[in-house]
């Protein structure tokens, strides 16, 4: 399922096109790519040295990004995430590089945002319908049981082995995920020699350098109240810019639409802001720290930039 789409990508790929004359510089060649990877849509976009080694480049970074799928997603079985799952409140995991590099960042999220960003929601996640489909809207019993495991929930990680002492934990890594898989694919072309790249995953973004002549890539941030006009832009280099909303993973119960992104405090859908869009380092930081400000309505720290479209403005 396509999570979003929330941005537009500015810039390189019409210049690239309509031939603006402009300097030759050695990674000239530009190569894009569509692809599908973790259940939404990909765009790539790369400068290389010539069409077969950005064909190549790109190859790669999308055999990564389904990599980091196959472990980290709850909708596999086989996956290392699943595993785990199924281990707590039964015994310790060993746990490989993806698992838990991603778990020691949750962690420390989890820590900054005050549990705004919190990867135990996944029992709130299946209360509403989105991993078990269901027929009604969960009971106020429900979803009290499901708050308090997720409030209960403690992740131990010591080194390579992990353990959920609590057989009520269960983890969602559906707000970080991506971001990771993003950085991780952006590593794979840095070692491959790109220095001009811009990976999107249906609205998660990342950018290496900026394209030949330009001081960055330029992104705009979609109005989510008025299609096809946008609120705000900024250019990446070297950065990533995720965005959080509740308007596009929906389930539905009669009158009653339910978005994906839990307030972990209160049970319910994540309400304090119709939107939200930050800028930083790494898109796995951004990735979560967009659905933290989704769901407090507060700037996290650790951000190069923000946007905030009010649940109340016109």
């Not at 420390?108 to 709130?124: D, H, I, K, S």
């Not at 269960?170 to 001009?196: E, H, K, N, P, W």
Request: charge should be neutral; proline fraction near 4%.
């Amino acid at each position: 399922m396509k999570r979003r789409e929330f941005i537009g990508v500015l810039g390189a790929g019409c210049w690239g096109i309509v031939g603006v004359p402009r300097l030759r510089f050695q990674d000239d060649v530009f190569v894009e790519r569509w692809s599908w990877a973790m259940g939404q849509s990909v765009h790539l976009m790369i400068f290389a040295g010539s069409e077969q080694e950005g064909q190549d480049a790109c190859a790669t970074a999308l055999a990564e990004l389904r990599r980091v799928e196959s472990r980290l997603t709850l909708f596999d079985d086989a996956s290392d995430l699943c595993e785990l799952n199924r281990c707590a409140g039964r015994k310790p995991m060993r746990v490989d590089r993806d698992l838990g590099t991603v778990l020691a960042r949750a962690a420390e999220f989890r820590r900054v945002t005050r549990g705004a960003f919190n990867v135990a929601v996944e029992p709130l996640m299946r209360a509403w319908g989105f991993h078990r489909p269901r027929t009604s809207a969960p009971t106020a019993a429900e979803l009290a049981e499901a708050r308090d495991a997720v409030a209960a929930a403690v992740v131990e990680l010591d080194g390579n082995v992990a353990r959920l002492p609590s057989g009520h934990t269960q983890l969602d890594f559906g707000s970080i995920g991506v971001g990771y898989g993003i950085d991780r694919a952006l590593a794979v072309l840095r070692t491959r020699g790109v220095s001009r790249a811009f990976l999107d995953v249906s609205g998660d973004v990342a950018a290496i350098g900026a394209p030949p002549g330009e001081p960055g890539w330029r992104v705009d941030i979609a109005d989510p109240k008025h299609y096809g006009r946008t609120v705000a832009y900024t250019r990446l280099r070297d950065a990533a810019l995720s965005t959080a909303a509740n308007t596009e993973s929906i389930v539905r119960y009669g009158a009653l639409m339910v978005g994906h992104v839990m307030d972990p405090a209160t049970g319910w859908p994540a309400g304090a802001l119709t939107q939200s869009s930050v800028a930083a380092r790494t898109s796995t930081a951004a990735d979560a720290l967009s659905t933290a400000m989704l769901v407090s309505g507060k700037e996290p720290g650790g951000v190069l930039r923000s946007w905030a479209v009010s649940r109340l403005a016109d």
